[in-house]
């Protein structure tokens, strides 16, 4: 398998049961082979094979029958293959939202934090005299209480509407992300597996916004050399193709979905490993993959202005440090005033967290 290890799953896995364990690994292996049960099946077990994960009190024909009665594979109506569930799908997306942002589900509750007050979850340090359609849970209680006491005294203590304070919230903004997944051949190119990881941070990202943000839009598209949106339930089961990398298609479809979405907070997230190196030209592809084509650049970077007139950021994750990829990506990055990242895979989910948090307090100034 491209770029995997497993010899982690030989330490001590204290507090899952045999189940717990085996389907931690069946989940990876399900994004790997893109739903692919069978295929994930068979890899499980050589993995047994190598690193005994089953004994003779519960073996791999336990573990598949749990699969089926616990509701997390399901035979197809029509040619009875077996396939993940919804059940297991929820579970894959919950499962990356711990792995990757494991540290957001233990914070304080909130919502996309601003600089500007307003109706929200998190207090700010002012209080102010309450007003009509204020929730209670803002009332600043002692402050009120003092108040009453000053203005009717103790002997004939009451509270009234005038003795009320509540205390300050950020306003909360919402905001519509589109996120872009490169699928072009380079993705699993030179014995790397590049889909996987990037997978899992479009699951994680989806379940996070969610879940957390439930009034936000996302917006989930792949690019190869065309581009195309997606559903949340499709991202298990994302290929690579034998595509080039037409960035300037992905782009495109990111700005047709965005001028279609109300709110005044936009953005964009675009996970890739290379280049530009494919472009429409009227009815036929333009495509090169050898250096820098000026042709196919100039379109990108043109692109990237206009999306900063729009006053909409754009986020590269880039998964390679080529010197001349670095270079692209940082005049990219200046001309649309966005932000760029170039990470190893293991590092993309913390930067994808990061970069979503910060983006959220800075565009609601």
């Known amino acids: 398998m491209l770029g995997w290890q497993f010899s982690e799953f030989e330490a001590d896995q204290s507090g899952q049961t045999p189940f717990e364990k085996l389907l931690s690994i069946f989940q990876d292996l399900l994004l790997y082979t893109s739903g692919d049960v069978a295929e994930a099946l068979a890899w499980l077990t050589e993995l047994d094979k190598e690193y005994d994960l089953t004994n003779s009190e519960y073996g791999m024909a336990e573990f598949i029958q749990d699969l089926i009665d616990k509701g997390y594979i399901q035979q197809g109506d029509q040619d009875r293959k077996f396939r993940p569930a919804r059940k297991m799908e929820m579970e894959i997306r919950r499962r990356a939202l711990d792995d990757i942002f494991g540290a957001v589900q233990k914070s304080q509750r909130g919502n996309h934090s601003t600089k500007s007050t307003g109706r929200g979850d998190e207090y700010t340090s002012d209080l102010r005299p309450y007003e009509f359609g204020d929730k209670l849970e803002n009332l600043a209680l002692s402050e009120s209480l003092k108040n009453a006491q000053i203005n009717h005294g103790l002997d004939d203590f009451k509270m009234s509407r005038e003795d009320l304070e509540v205390r300050e919230t950020f306003y909360q903004s919402q905001v519509s992300t589109v996120l872009m997944i490169d699928i072009s051949h380079s993705m699993i190119l030179y014995g790397e597996d590049r889909i996987t990881p990037a997978k899992k941070v479009a699951l994680a ?12 839009t996302l917006d989930i598209l792949v690019f190869g050399d065309d581009a195309w949106t997606v559903e949340v339930k499709d991202l298990p089961y994302l290929q690579v193709g034998p595509y080039h990398t037409n960035t300037v298609a992905g782009l495109e479809l990111a700005m047709k979905i965005l ?30 993959s050898f250096g820098l084509d000026r042709q196919i650049i100039n379109r990108t970077l043109a692109l990237a202005g206009r999306f900063r007139k729009m006053h909409i950021p754009i986020t590269t994750f880039m998964i390679a440090r080529d010197p001349y990829l670095v270079q692209f990506v940082d005049q990219f990055t200046r001309i649309n005033n966005g932000k760029a990242f170039y990470s190893n895979l293991s590092g993309l989910g913390e930067f994808v967290f990061m970069d979503y948090k910060d983006g959220r307090r800075r565009r609601g100034d």
Do not use: A, H, W
Request: hydrophobic residues 15%.
């Open 205 to 216: 990202l989806s379940e996070y916004i969610t879940t957390r943000y439930p009034k936000d």
């Open 259 to 288: 001028r279609k979405r109300r709110n005044p907070n936009k953005q964009v997230f675009m996970i890739t490993d290379g280049k530009p190196t494919c472009i429409r030209k009227g009815k036929r592809y333009y495509k090169n």
